[in-house]
C-alpha cells in the first residue's frame, strides 16, 4: 500500500513569481560589490581572466597566468571568459564572469524542480485514491513536489558558498542536476532524443571537472535501467555513451592538434583524475559522516524518511533514480582520497529531490519539530548577525566590536544605507513568514521546508550585506596586490614565485603583476609566500638559483600567519 494520503487542498504550488523571488534573493547577494576571495572563488576567476585576455592556447589548458591548473576542466572557465570579454568593460571584469556564476545557479535549481515534476507525476508516485474522491491530480501533485524539492535545495547549507564561486564545482552541480533531469524524461520516453541529451550532459561534465563522477553515474544508472527498463540500458550504450566520448574527444583531440605552450596537457589532466580514486578507508568513511550531516542538511532527514516510507514500493522510479545517484556518489566520495567538501556537493540535487518524496508521509509532530528547530536556529543567527553589525557600527556591545575588529585589524567601518534597509527588509519577511507558518498551519506539502529554506536566505542576505565589507576585507588581496605593485616597475620585468592559486590570480588582476609564463627564461623578481610559524623562508629561498635581496614583505592584516616576501635578483 502507498504511503500517501492527502486531499488536493494540500497540493496548492508555490507562486511562480514567489519561486523566482527566492531564487534571486539567494543568488544576487554575494555577487555584487565584493572582490574574488581566497577560496576557490579567485582561482577559478583567475582562470577565467586569463582565458579573455588570452590567445587559442589558454583556452585550450585552464591556467592562471603561467600556473597549470591540469584537474581543472575548461568549459566553466570558457563560459566566465565569454562573459567577461562582452560585459568585462561595462560591469567589470570580476562581476562579468559572476554572470556565468548565476546562470549556472539557475540551470541547477530549473533541473531540480523539472526532474521533481517528472517524477512525481508517474502513477507509482500518485497518493491514494480517497473513498469520495478529492485526491489531487498528478500534475498539481507534481508541481507540490517540485516546489519542495527547489525549497529543500536552497536550503541546503553546503551549497550556499560553492553556488556563489566562479569555480567548475558550480556548474558541475548544475550539471549533475540536469543530468538527473534527462535520465527522469528517458525513463519517461525512452526517446533516442533524451538518451542524446543525458549523454551530452555526461560529456559536459567530462569537460567540466573530470571523467571519474560522470563515468560513476552512467554505471549507475546502466545497473538501475537494466534492472528496471532494458530499452533505456540499450539507449545508454548505444547512445548517450557515444555521445559523452564525442563531446569529450573534441575537447581532447583540439588540444592534440594544437599543443598548448608546445606540451602535452593530457597526462596531467589524466593524472589528477587517477589521483581522486584510491581504496577507501576508515577516514573517509568519518569524513563523509562528520561533514555530511551539515552539508547536507536539511536535505537527508527527509530523504532518509522517504526511503523507510516507500520501502514497499521500493522499485518506484522516484525512489530508485535519486538513490543511484546518491549511491554512485557516495561510492565516489569513499574512495576519494582527498578531504574536500567538492566530493560531497553531488549528493544534493538527488537528496533534494528524493527528500520532497518524504514531505508527504511525515507525521504533522515531525514537522512542527523541523519548524521549531529552523525558526529557533535561524532566528539566533540572524540575531546575532544583527547583533555583530550593530557592535562593529557603534562599538556596544563592546565585547563584540572588540572581538570583530581583532578579526580584521585595521578594518574601517562604512554604513551603508541602502544594504541596511535591503537587510531590514528581509528580516520583516522572515517574522511575517514565520507568523504565517505558525498562526495558518498551512496543510501544503512545502511547509516543513519553506523555513529553512527562507532562514537560510535571511542569514546568508543580512551576510552579504551588513558584514559584506568586513567579510572582503578579510578574504581579498587587492591590498596586498597594490603594495606588491608599487615595488615593482611599470613594464618590462617577470616575477617567478611559489604561491598559490587564488594569490596569483589576486595580484595579476588587481597588481597587474606580471609572472613567468610558461618555459619563460631568467626573472630578476621573485616573490615568496611562507607561513610566520615557521621558519622555512631560507630554505624555499635556495630552491631559487642566485642571489637575492628583500625589497617587501608583508601580509594580510586578517591573516597572522601567512606571509609574503619581494625579492630582487642581486647578481
Given at each position: 500500500?502507498?504511503?500517501?494520503?492527502?486531499?488536493?487542498?494540500?497540493?496548492?504550488?508555490?507562486?511562480?513569481?514567489?519561486?523566482?523571488?527566492?531564487?534571486?534573493?539567494?543568488?544576487?547577494?554575494?555577487?555584487?560589490?565584493?572582490?574574488?576571495?581566497?577560496?576557490?572563488?579567485a582561482?577559478?576567476?583567475?582562470?577565467?581572466?586569463?582565458?579573455?585576455?588570452?590567445?587559442?592556447q589558454?583556452?585550450?589548458?585552464?591556467?592562471?597566468?603561467g600556473?597549470?591548473?591540469?584537474e581543472?576542466?575548461?568549459?566553466?572557465?570558457?563560459?566566465?571568459?565569454?562573459?567577461?570579454?562582452?560585459?568585462?568593460?561595462?560591469?567589470?571584469?570580476?562581476?562579468?564572469?559572476r554572470?556565468?556564476?548565476?546562470?549556472?545557479?539557475?540551470i541547477?535549481?530549473?533541473?531540480?524542480?523539472?526532474?521533481?515534476?517528472?517524477?512525481?507525476?508517474?502513477?507509482?508516485?500518485?497518493?491514494?485514491?480517497?473513498?469520495?474522491?478529492?485526491?489531487?491530480?498528478?500534475?498539481?501533485?507534481?508541481?507540490?513536489?517540485?516546489?519542495?524539492?527547489l525549497?529543500?535545495?536552497?536550503?541546503?547549507?553546503?551549497?550556499?558558498?560553492?553556488?556563489?564561486?566562479?569555480?567548475?564545482?558550480?556548474?558541475?552541480?548544475?550539471?549533475?542536476?540536469?543530468?538527473?533531469?534527462?535520465?527522469?524524461?528517458?525513463?519517461?520516453?525512452h526517446?533516442?532524443?533524451?538518451?542524446?541529451?543525458?549523454?551530452?550532459?555526461?560529456?559536459?561534465?567530462?569537460l567540466?571537472?573530470?571523467?571519474?563522477?560522470?563515468a560513476?553515474?552512467?554505471?549507475?544508472?546502466?545497473?538501475?535501467?537494466?534492472?528496471?527498463?532494458?530499452?533505456?540500458?540499450?539507449?545508454?550504450?548505444?547512445?548517450?555513451?557515444?555521445?559523452?566520448?564525442?563531446?569529450?574527444?573534441?575537447?581532447?583531440?583540439?588540444?592534440?592538434?594544437v599543443p598548448?605552450?608546445?606540451?602535452?596537457?593530457?597526462?596531467?589532466?589524466?593524472?589528477?583524475?587517477?589521483?581522486?580514486?584510491?581504496?577507501?578507508?576508515w577516514?573517509?568513511?568519518?569524513?563523509?559522516?562528520?561533514?555530511?550531516?551539515?552539508?547536507?542538511?536539511?536535505?537527508?532527514?527527509?530523504?532518509?524518511?522517504?526511503?523507510?516510507?516507500w520501502?514497499?514500493?521500493?522499485?518506484?522510479?522516484?525512489?530508485?533514480?535519486?538513490?543511484?545517484?546518491?549511491?554512485?556518489?557516495?561510492?565516489?566520495?569513499?574512495?576519494?582520497?582527498h578531504?574536500?567538501?567538492?566530493?560531497?556537493?553531488p549528493l544534493?540535487?538527488?537528496?533534494?529531490?528524493?527528500?520532497?518524496?518524504?514531505?508527504?508521509?511525515m507525521k504533522?509532530?515531525?514537522?512542527?519539530?523541523?519548524?521549531?528547530?529552523?525558526?529557533?536556529?535561524?532566528?539566533?543567527?540572524?540575531a546575532?548577525?544583527?547583533?555583530?553589525?550593530?557592535?562593529?557600527?557603534?562599538?556596544?556591545?563592546?565585547?563584540?566590536?572588540?572581538?570583530?575588529?581583532?578579526?580584521?585589524?585595521?578594518?574601517?567601518?562604512?554604513?551603508?544605507?541602502?544594504?541596511?534597509?535591503?537587510?531590514?527588509?528581509?528580516?520583516?519577511?522572515?517574522?511575517?513568514?514565520?507568523?504565517?507558518?505558525?498562526?495558518?498551519?498551512?496543510?501544503?506539502?512545502?511547509?516543513?521546508?519553506?523555513?529553512?529554506?527562507?532562514?537560510?536566505?535571511?542569514?546568508?542576505?543580512?551576510?552579504?550585506?551588513?558584514?559584506?565589507p568586513?567579510?572582503?576585507?578579510?578574504?581579498?588581496?587587492?591590498?596586498?596586490?597594490?603594495?606588491?605593485?608599487?615595488?615593482?616597475?611599470?613594464?618590462?620585468?617577470?616575477?617567478?614565485?611559489?604561491?598559490?592559486?587564488?594569490?596569483?590570480?589576486?595580484?595579476?588582476?588587481?597588481g597587474?603583476?606580471?609572472?613567468?609564463e610558461?618555459?619563460?627564461?631568467?626573472?630578476?623578481?621573485?616573490?615568496?609566500?611562507?607561513?610566520?610559524?615557521?621558519?622555512?623562508?631560507?630554505?624555499?629561498?635556495?630552491?631559487?638559483?642566485?642571489?637575492?635581496?628583500?625589497?617587501?614583505?608583508?601580509?594580510?592584516?586578517?591573516?597572522?600567519?601567512?606571509?609574503?616576501?619581494?625579492?630582487?635578483?642581486?647578481?
Amino acid at each position: 500500500m502507498k504511503p500517501v494520503r492527502l486531499p488536493a487542498s494540500a497540493t496548492s504550488a508555490l507562486p511562480r513569481w514567489g519561486l523566482v523571488a527566492l531564487c534571486l534573493l539567494y543568488i544576487l547577494p554575494g555577487l555584487i560589490r565584493r572582490d574574488p576571495w581566497k577560496t576557490d572563488d579567485a582561482a577559478g576567476f583567475g582562470i577565467m581572466w586569463t582565458m579573455a585576455h588570452g590567445g587559442l592556447q589558454d583556452w585550450l589548458w585552464p591556467h592562471i597566468v603561467g600556473l597549470p591548473m591540469p584537474e581543472k576542466g575548461p568549459l566553466a572557465f570558457w563560459i566566465g571568459a565569454i562573459f567577461i570579454k562582452l560585459f568585462g568593460g561595462l560591469l567589470g571584469d570580476a562581476l562579468a564572469a559572476r554572470i556565468s556564476t548565476i546562470g549556472f545557479f539557475l540551470i541547477g535549481s530549473l533541473s531540480v524542480w523539472y526532474a521533481t515534476y517528472l517524477l512525481g507525476r508517474r502513477p507509482e508516485a500518485q497518493p491514494l485514491r480517497l473513498a469520495f474522491g478529492g485526491q489531487p491530480e498528478p500534475k498539481d501533485f507534481g508541481r507540490t513536489l517540485a516546489d519542495g524539492a527547489l525549497l529543500i535545495y536552497l536550503g541546503c547549507l553546503g551549497l550556499l558558498l560553492h553556488s556563489h564561486e566562479t569555480s567548475a564545482e558550480a556548474l558541475q552541480i548544475s550539471l549533475l542536476a540536469f543530468a538527473l533531469y534527462a535520465t527522469a524524461r528517458l525513463f519517461e520516453s525512452h526517446s533516442m532524443r533524451a538518451a542524446m541529451t543525458l549523454g551530452i550532459t555526461l560529456g559536459l561534465l567530462v569537460l567540466t571537472r573530470g571523467w571519474l563522477v560522470p563515468a560513476a553515474l552512467w554505471i549507475a544508472l546502466l545497473v538501475l535501467s537494466a534492472v528496471r527498463e532494458k530499452l533505456v540500458a540499450l539507449r545508454l550504450v548505444l547512445i548517450s555513451l557515444p555521445c559523452g566520448l564525442i563531446v569529450t574527444a573534441a575537447w581532447l583531440l583540439a588540444r592534440h592538434l594544437v599543443p598548448p605552450f608546445n606540451e602535452s596537457m593530457s597526462a596531467g589532466w589524466m593524472a589528477w583524475n587517477i589521483d581522486q580514486f584510491n581504496w577507501p578507508s576508515w577516514d573517509r568513511l568519518v569524513y563523509l559522516l562528520k561533514y555530511g550531516i551539515w552539508f547536507t542538511w536539511p536535505a537527508w532527514p527527509f530523504a532518509g524518511w522517504a526511503v523507510y516510507a516507500w520501502r514497499k514500493q521500493h522499485k518506484a522510479l522516484h525512489i530508485t533514480l535519486p538513490l543511484a545517484f546518491i549511491a554512485a556518489f557516495t561510492v565516489l566520495g569513499l574512495f576519494n582520497p582527498h578531504s574536500e567538501e567538492g566530493i560531497l556537493l553531488p549528493l544534493l540535487p538527488p537528496l533534494a529531490m528524493l527528500a520532497a518524496f518524504g514531505l508527504p508521509t511525515m507525521k504533522r509532530g515531525a514537522i512542527n519539530a523541523v519548524d521549531w528547530f529552523s525558526v529557533m536556529t535561524l532566528t539566533m543567527c540572524a540575531a546575532f548577525i544583527w547583533v555583530g553589525w550593530i557592535a562593529k557600527q557603534t562599538g556596544w556591545p563592546a565585547q563584540i566590536a572588540k572581538n570583530a575588529f581583532k578579526l580584521a585589524p585595521g578594518f574601517k567601518p562604512e554604513f551603508n544605507l541602502i544594504a541596511m534597509l535591503i537587510a531590514a527588509s528581509a528580516t520583516i519577511g522572515w517574522i511575517l513568514l514565520v507568523h504565517w507558518r505558525i498562526s495558518r498551519h498551512p496543510s501544503v506539502l512545502w511547509r516543513a521546508v519553506v523555513l529553512s529554506s527562507g532562514g537560510v536566505i535571511l542569514c546568508w542576505l543580512l551576510l552579504m550585506t551588513l558584514w559584506l565589507p568586513w567579510i572582503n576585507y578579510g578574504k581579498s588581496y587587492a591590498g596586498v596586490a597594490d603594495q606588491i605593485a608599487s615595488k615593482l616597475p611599470p613594464a618590462g620585468y617577470c616575477v617567478n614565485t611559489n604561491i598559490g592559486p587564488a594569490q596569483r590570480a589576486s595580484f595579476a588582476y588587481f597588481g597587474q603583476v606580471d609572472f613567468a609564463e610558461f618555459n619563460q627564461g631568467r626573472c630578476d623578481f621573485l616573490l615568496l609566500q611562507d607561513s610566520m610559524s615557521k621558519k622555512n623562508s631560507a630554505q624555499i629561498l635556495k630552491e631559487f638559483n642566485g642571489r637575492w635581496q628583500l625589497l617587501w614583505e608583508g601580509r594580510r592584516p586578517s591573516d597572522r600567519d601567512e606571509r609574503f616576501r619581494l625579492y630582487r635578483r642581486a647578481d
